[in-house]
């Protein structure tokens, strides 16, 4: 071999190693959060634990240790959890609610979104209710604090838009005046990025104004993820909204279980629900500073909001109609969930991420 040919192998070689070396170190790539109460947050990291006495399969989960080996998320853009409201001094959540600079949406500064359920509406999303600090906490409690749990997205921008009342119900007319608010405060400038709705009643009737709503914030740049509801239902065949709306920006989303398996519960469609993820034994944060279990669509949806804001975090340009394909080509196929969900899978956050080598 001449001089030359020996150096270019030499050359080939060290890149090799450097190239193997890097992907192993990547592959190897997992974060697990100091949050003291991680191990029971199965559906972010299941390696097979019992969590309130129901033993998992290990892997049943959205991989988020290994999404968090790329990015834990950013503080911006912002998202809103259109529910019940936040508890606003939750220690674990308080350090990322969305603060109104002055004037927004008609609120002084110092407030921190919007509540529809008061008449007339105020300023304060102050939650009576608890499900959307459950909702919230899911979405973006502070990551790697020493205390409670880690949300999917450690640094989320939560901006609480309450239109669920104390006694857990809302009416379309509520959510049309919340989905207004929105909508004024995204062309304010607000960078509203990704809703979060999990609300959903059965018999809830088709609103066209809903439905127009819907198509405004899809063209505004702006991800609308809702649940498929908890009724063991073919919501192919019988409507439940907001997810029947179907609109061009909304992800509907059911739950599955520890071990993988969609929840007795659940309600399905494989023309209308895209996807699955974890939304039984879920644990996270509720009113008085406390955290508990909760069941069902609405604690899987915001999983998947989570996962679209650290892809949003990893790459702010992504458009509606990418970011929605970006999350349902993620998804880890499921023969539990074939004929189901029109993926057939449960979401995976790091399959959504640009260089993550899921699992």
Known sequence: MSPVAQRLSGIAVAVALVLASASTALASTVVVPNDTSFSLQ???????????????????????????????????????????????????LTANIWTNPGGIGGCPAGTHG??????????????????????????GAVGNNSRGVAGVD??????????????????NGKLRKALDWILLIKSQGVNVRVVNDSGTWTGTPFSSAIADRLQQLSDAGVLFVTAAGNSATNID?????????????EVCVTATDQKDALWKKSNYGPSTVDLAAPGV?????????????????????????????????????????????RLLSAVDPLASLAGKVRTGGRLDACRALVGCPAP
Not at 114 to 139: L, R
Not at 154 to 171: C, D, E
């Open 42 to 92: 199965w559906g972010l990291r299941n390696t097979g634990q019992s969590v309130n006495g129901t033993t998992g399969t290990a892997g049943a989960d959205i991989d988020a240790a290994e999404a968090w080996g790329v990015t834990t998320g950013t503080s911006s853009p912002v998202v809103v959890i259109l529910d019940s409201g936040i508890q606003l001094d939750h220690p674990d």
């Open 281 to 325: 034994n879920i644990y996270s944060t509720l009113p008085g500073g406390a955290y508990g279990f909760m069941n069902g669509g609405s604690m899987a949806a915001p999983m998947v909001t989570g996962a679209a804001m650290l892809a949003l975090a990893q790459d702010p340009t992504l458009t509606v109609s990418a970011l929605k394909s």
């Open 114 to 139: 919007y509540n529809v359920v008061a008449i007339p509406p105020t300023c304060d999303p102050s939650d009576d209710n608890g499900h959307g600090t459950h909702v919230a906490g899911i979405v």
């Open 237 to 249: 065949t019988t409507p439940r909204y907001p997810c029947s709306y179907q609109a061009a920006g």
């Open 154 to 171: 450690w640094h989320a921008t939560l901006l609480p838009v309450k239109f669920i009342n104390a006694r857990g119900s809302a009416a």
